[in-house]
Nanobody, 118 residues
Framework: QVQLVESGGGLVQAGGSLRLSCVAS??????MGWYRQAPGKQRELVAS???????NYADSVKGRFTISRDNAKNTVYLQMNSLKPEDTAVYYC??????????????WGQGTQVTVSS
């Protein structure tokens, strides 16, 4: 059984930074993804990382967000800089089905709220 626990969300002013963490337990070696869901919108993939550290980003966050992982700690991070009000959402992590290329599985965390004020 895989469990994912996100943390690090909060309220920040536009231009500020936050670092989200996702700690995984159970079967943990896999590609991982960070998603977000704003009110009234579909959940969207923000960034993903393979078990070897290859990364991909949505165009809307390229150059501002950085996904990383520490396999020894079973933790994936999302460093978010230059935050904008449109980044406001609940952020979720997801364990992928495979180790190299990221494909979402049914394993989700509970989410952490990020609110960016203008």
């Amino acid at each position: 059984q895989v469990q994912l626990v996100e943390s690090g969300g909060g309220l920040v002013q536009a231009g500020g930074s936050l670092r989200l963490s996702c700690v995984a337990s159970g079967r943990t070696i896999a590609a991982m993804g960070w998603y977000r869901q704003a009110p009234g919108k579909q959940r969207e993939l923000v960034a993903s990382i393979s078990s070897g550290g290859n990364t991909n980003y949505a165009d809307s966050v390229k150059g501002r967000f950085t996904i990383s992982r520490d396999n020894a700690k079973n933790t994936v991070y999302l460093q978010m800089n230059s935050l904008k009000p449109e980044d406001t959402a609940v952020y979720y992590c997801n364990r992928g089905l495979y180790t190299s290329n990221y494909f979402p599985s049914d394993y989700w965390g509970q989410g952490t709220q990020v609110t960016v004020s203008s």
